[in-house]
């Protein structure tokens, strides 16, 4: 893939670096024996006596995650695997009928209208929260996947949830005696990322321009379920790497990153992405906007994300 990103604001850039952010990103750390044994994580619990997981993540190099906020029209799906959208909704659910009743509807619109005449199917999406009350599995408890209400936290290892296989595997996982048809056209994995309630002032999530991710830096991991396998991708520490984020987003603003694009020659395939500690994390305050006399409090990230298939009209790409 093309490294350059001309496109992109740079760091000097007016437009970019408002509230630039340095972290320390956690990759996955290479291992002479992944050429005979493959990577692997057991996302549900593992068998007596198997390691949940076989790799081990450590802590990068201290990283700048550029903001986008006021550049935001700079960035697209195919020269950076992301981009961000306005939505304007009321509230939106968090219970699972209304999600899927209310919300899902409004995500598989904003597709279409990326898209038009695409063919989108929703398979997956989860909620999130930075609030470690709500996460923490009760004692003896066995944490069930295939159940979305289940509130997970977010996720502090920079990965891509699908690899070319494991895309390929999904449509004909769902979509059966169609699936050859379909994958004879343009199809997208993409992400559909939002804050529920409030701006995101904990752990917002960073995304990596994919125009400079290097495809022989991707390690596949197997993902095993209870009933279901798949493989991610994990990217080694690369310092070619350049990050965004989108400072205190808003419910009305999605961000919208793939995971697998089946179209070649584009700069940008997919998007490696992480959630990191802001810089002050849960210090920085919000006002509620309630009683109290407008009191200021400081909130846990809370988010939705949504997984879709984007099936293109037409030919392949």
Not at 31 to 44: A, G, L, M, Q, V
Not at 209 to 220: E, I, K, M
Request: charged fraction near 30%; proline fraction near 6%.
């Amino acid at each position: 893939m093309d490294r350059s990103v001309k496109d992109a604001p740079q760091q000097g850039d007016a437009t970019a670096g408002q509230a630039e952010q340095k972290a320390k990103l956690n990759y996955i750390q290479w291992e002479d024996k992944f050429r005979t044994e493959k990577p692997y994580e057991f996302i549900s619990q593992a068998p007596e006596g198997c390691p949940r997981k076989n790799f081990t993540l450590a802590a990068s190099p201290e990283q700048t995650i550029h903001d986008i906020r006021g550049s935001e029209d700079l960035f697209n799906l195919d020269d950076h695997a992301f981009q961000v959208v306005r939505q304007e909704l009321g509230v939106i659910p968090t219970n699972q009928e209304g999600i899927e009743r209310e919300y899902l509807p409004k995500v598989v619109e904003l597709l279409r209208s990326i898209d038009p005449g695409a063919e989108v199917v929703v398979f997956d999406w989860r909620l999130r929260t930075s609030d470690h009350s709500r996460t923490s599995p009760k004692s003896g408890s066995v944490i069930d996947l295939d159940d979305p209400m289940l509130i997970l936290k977010p996720v502090h290892a920079v990965h891509i949830d699908q690899s070319p296989l494991a895309a390929t595997k999904r449509v004909k996982h769902h979509m059966g005696t169609r699936a050859e048809e379909l994958l004879q056209r343009r199809f997208r994995i993409i992400n559909v990322w939002r804050p529920l309630r409030y701006p995101v002032t904990d752990y917002p999530l960073a995304v990596c321009d994919g125009s400079t991710v290097q495809p022989q830096n991707l390690v596949a991991v197997d993902h095993v379920r209870k009933n279901y396998e798949g493989e991610g991708l994990y990217p080694l520490y690369d310092e070619g790497m350049k990050w965004y984020y989108l400072n205190r987003q808003t419910k009305d603003e999605v961000l919208l990153f793939k995971t697998f694009d089946s179209k070649e020659g584009l700069k940008a395939r997919c998007c490696p992405h992480t959630s990191f500690k802001q810089s002050g994390g849960g210090n920085l305050e919000q006002e509620t906007g309630g009683d109290c006399s407008n009191a200021v409090v400081r909130t846990a990230r809370e988010s939705i994300e949504v997984r879709a298939m984007v099936f293109s009209k037409g030919g392949g790409g």
